[in-house]
């Protein structure tokens, strides 16, 4: 089993929907969780970092951690053509150095 | 002004020839990794250095051998290559333990 698993998609909405991504993990020790997004042909850039459990927003964009059921979500609100991208999510222990465990990445379309 | 820089940006070469990719940072960072990112997005780490010294090692043929001249550049050079080492190769950098990555745009190795 990987450490974090993550629904590959592909998943297309029109502009405007509300966009839910989301990931699960299997080691309970997870306290440092990451979203990135990644466009083709470029490396994959941060949107949010959170430490434990609750909501953090950002602009349109907010992140969710509910370490009793070891699940990650990342809601973009408003959804633009622009938000096309794979997304990915990280997360580390505090025991595992600066080692971090990606996600295979949600590729996300927005259609005008 | 490119924060994490990696060269070259694609890199087409035959098996069994010995090639090096360079990765520069200028945003003041202590930590550098080295990840491969295969045809389904997977990525995983494979080197983590901090202050030039290295910390994670993840199972990579010895074949990879990472060199940090310095703190802000982290060099791999692979030797003797084979078919199944065709992926792209982030290069990432942090500062400190747990903080989120930034990455590089990759680089594109294609074995023939």
């Known amino acids: 089993q990987k450490e974090v698993e993550q629904d590959p998609g592909p998943l297309s909405v029109p502009e405007g929907a509300i966009v839910s991504l989301n990931c699960t993990y299997s080691?309970?020790?997870?306290?440092?969780f990451m979203w990135y997004r990644q466009y083709s042909r470029k490396g994959p850039e941060l949107l949010m970092y959170t430490y434990s459990s609750g909501n953090k927003e950002d602009g349109r964009f907010t992140a969710q951690v509910d370490k009793s059921s070891k699940y990650i979500s990342l809601f973009i609100r408003d959804s633009q053509p622009s938000d096309s991208a794979t997304y990915l999510c990280?997360?580390?222990?505090?025991?595992?150095?600066?080692?971090?465990?990606f996600g295979t990445g949600t590729s996300l379309t927005v259609i005008p | 002004d490119t924060a994490v820089s990696q060269t070259p940006k694609y890199l087409v070469t035959q098996m069994g020839n010995d090639k090096s990719i360079k990765c520069e940072q200028n945003l003041g960072h202590d930590t550098m990794y080295w990840y491969k990112q295969d045809s389904k997005k997977f990525l995983k780490i494979m080197f983590s250095y901090n202050n030039k010294e290295l910390i994670i090692n993840e199972t990579v043929p010895n074949r990879f051998s990472p060199k940090s001249p310095d703190k802000a550049h982290l060099n791999l050079h692979i030797n003797s290559l084979e078919l199944g080492d065709s992926a792209v190769y982030f290069c990432?950098?942090?500062?400190?333990?747990?903080?989120?990555?930034?990455f590089g745009d990759g680089t594109r190795l294609s074995i023939l």
């Open positions: 990280a997360m580390s222990t505090p025991n595992t150095g600066n080692q971090f465990y």
């Open positions: 990432a950098s942090s500062q400190g333990v747990h903080q989120p990555q930034h």
């Open positions: 080691n309970s020790a997870f306290q440092y």
